[in-house]
């Protein structure tokens, strides 16, 4: 479900529940949304199965399709924080999800040192060195980002830290517009954070992986460190 209408009503109707529109114990009707929203049968049961399946709905036999709560809400699902991050609760997820990474990345980093095999070593010093050379290109600069944290979660030896690489991804993707410029301290920390797991240096790795996320943190309304393009004038 990435493209054309059963994509479309997805984001329509996870949009309209994650931002409250759709209050918890709402009734989805399978006819009543077929009408509202031009689709077919089909697309509308997919729509509801996919919802279901991240936790926004629960479909009962005789009560139909009911809209529930955020207890509910597998809030790690990447769709989940595409949306909250694009809605009123904004501030509030960013919030959170920059606790999640401080309290795992750091950590995630120091396992990486010590669980390291030369292949993946490598790795991440051939991404280190990719963000370094792309620093012109925002776009690409970005992929390789994403990659390089990817990478760093996965190599940690943790399943449930590797598990966590889709949200990872999509909170840098989707954290605010692409950079103009990234900027030099943060492509220097990730350098630190190669070179650290390369060596072995578990509690190198974790001081310059937490002076990463530090620096996100302490600028919420930039993607590392960078400076955001302006916005276009109108």
């Known amino acids: 479900m990435t493209s054309g209408l059963p994509a479309q ?3 329509t109707l996870g949009t309209a529940i ?3 529109d759709l209050s918890p114990g709402a009734v989805l009707r399978t006819g009543e949304v077929e009408r509202a929203h031009g689709v077919s049968r089909t697309v509308v049961r997919e729509t509801l199965r996919v ?4 936790g926004l709905v629960s479909s009962r036999r005789r009560v139909g399709i009911t809209v529930l709560g955020r207890d509910a809400w597998n809030l790690l699902d990447p769709l989940v924080i595409r949306w909250r991050l694009a809605g009123p609760h904004r501030a509030e997820q960013l919030r959170s999800l920059t606790a999640l990474r401080a309290a795992v990345e750091p950590m995630a980093a120091r396992l990486a040192a010590h669980a390291a095999t030369p292949d993946s070593a490598a790795e991440l010093t051939r991404l280190a060195v990719s963000l370094r050379a ?4 925002p776009g690409v600069f970005l992929g390789h980002d994403i990659a390089f944290h990817q990478q760093v979660l996965a190599m940690s030896g943790n399943e449930m830290f590797a598990q966590l690489t889709d949200a990872v991804a999509e909170v840098l993707t989707h954290h605010n517009p692409l950079p103009s410029r990234p900027d030099a301290t943060a492509v220097d920390l990730h350098w630190r954070v190669a070179a650290c797991v390369a060596h072995g240096d578990g509690p190198g790795a974790e001081t310059a992986m937490r002076a990463i996320v530090d620096q996100v943190g ?7 460190g960078a400076t955001p393009q302006p916005p276009p004038s109108r």
């Open 9 to 11: 009503l997805l984001a």
């Open 18 to 20: 994650v931002n409250g």
């Open 51 to 54: 919802l279901e399946s991240i």
């Open 134 to 137: 792309s620093t012109h290109d």
């Open 218 to 224: 302490a600028e919420p309304g930039e993607l590392l």
